[in-house]
């Protein structure tokens, strides 16, 4: 019987338009934020360090910082393009709300400190019965450890619970787990997986 339902942030409950908010940083402070393809290697270190607690997105943004700008200037005015530039799932948070009094609703997902500070302001999390993040637990769902600690934390196991995410390798890891994942890729379909695990 299934308890509890963990959802994915990031391309399952919001989208992220990370292009325009990299125009924004660069018209604003000459810094691109698509960190991967500007091939900045210990940029993209930063990041994943972020995702894990180890570091804060400042020592990022301090790495790409080419001008004399204030970097709490930066991070002040890039938390307010990511909220910006997110859109939420109407349909997603609906469907969380009805399910809210039958099973224990979590979101799981891979953010730093910063990201998770523009949840809280925009209520983005407000939703959900309890709220796990990368930066918190030390490591990204690509690691059981992460869907082990909450778990854990929830008491439940695995065949209890269903988790929802974009992404095909976090869903396979979860599977491997004995969790009943299931790949996102549209309302609709995401509902008929919930109806034939019985769900709905």
């Known amino acids: 019987m299934i308890k509890a339902i963990i959802f994915d942030l990031g391309g399952v409950c919001f989208e992220i338009d990370w292009l325009k908010i990299n125009d924004e940083m660069v018209k604003k402070f ?33 790495e790409l910082n080419n001008r004399d700008n204030d970097l709490n200037d930066i991070i002040k005015f890039y938390k307010e393009m990511y909220k910006k530039y997110k859109t939420h799932n109407k349909q997603i948070y609906e469907l969380i709300k009805n399910l809210k009094n039958k099973f224990t609703i979590v979101c799981l997902s891979d953010t730093n400190v910063v990201h998770y500070q523009a949840h809280e302001e925009q209520g983005t999390i407000k939703d959900f019965h309890h709220v796990f993040t990368s930066f918190k637990i030390g490591s990204i769902k690509r690691d059981k450890n992460t869907f082990k600690k909450v778990l854990n934390e929830l008491s439940i196991k695995p065949e209890e619970t269903v988790f929802i995410d974009d992404n095909d390798k976090n869903v396979e890891i979860a599977k491997s787990l004995g969790i009943n994942g299931i790949k996102y890729t549209n309302y609709e379909d995401l509902i008929k997986e919930l109806e034939n695990l019985k769900v709905l």
Do not use: C, Q, W
């Not at 270190?45 to 020592?59: F, M, N, Q, S, V």
């Open 30 to 62: 000459n810094i691109t934020t698509l960190v991967k393809s500007a091939g900045n290697e210990k940029a993209i270190t930063y990041y994943k360090e972020a995702l894990e607690g180890k570091r804060h997105p400042i020592d990022m943004f301090r």
